[in-house]
């Protein structure tokens, strides 16, 4: 039943559900990385960060995910292997180092941070690398597999994962999934220091 009513909610309304849909996701991947990563230290989430992650995602990556996924559609229809190619090159030459620097110059600002580019200076091209490894990957299943009106839905979904570690970038990395694995084994290293002392 709530499936049939969402699927009907998302036909009828796909802007506003895949919107919604993805800027829920995105900012819910960041209050998943701040309960792990502050929990951990006995500090407690820091919602207003995730406030201001919500806000990025809807009133900007979700908008921007909607029309950019379209976009590419009406230019390249089709699943033919030639136009799914096309679709995810032109997604990560154009649309992810757009979405990349709307995100730290949008969170800079919401932060009101002196220097809004300080983020983008520092931590670019290296979340632009990073998110090499990730999207192509999630945009070729996304182009091959999903109708065109869940398309900004399925993106937030695996936005999701992309959220945390970004997040966790802009709050306390260098946009390297070195940095977050790094910080996951320092995470391990500590968990099983304490396990041994008791």
Known sequence: MAGALLRGGVRRFPWLC?????????????????????????????WAQTRRVAVVALAFHGNFSYVWLRALERALPGRRPAAVLGKVLCDQLLGAPVAVLAFYTGMSILQKKEDIFSDCKKKFWNTYKTGLMYWPFVQLSNFILVPVYLRTAYTGLCGFVWASFICFSQQCGDGTAKSAFMWLQREKVNADEESSEK
């Open 18 to 46: 895949n919107v919604l849909l993805y800027g829920g996701l995105f900012a819910a991947g960041d209050a998943a990385q701040q309960l792990w990563r502050r929990r951990r230290r006995g500090q407690p989430p820091d």
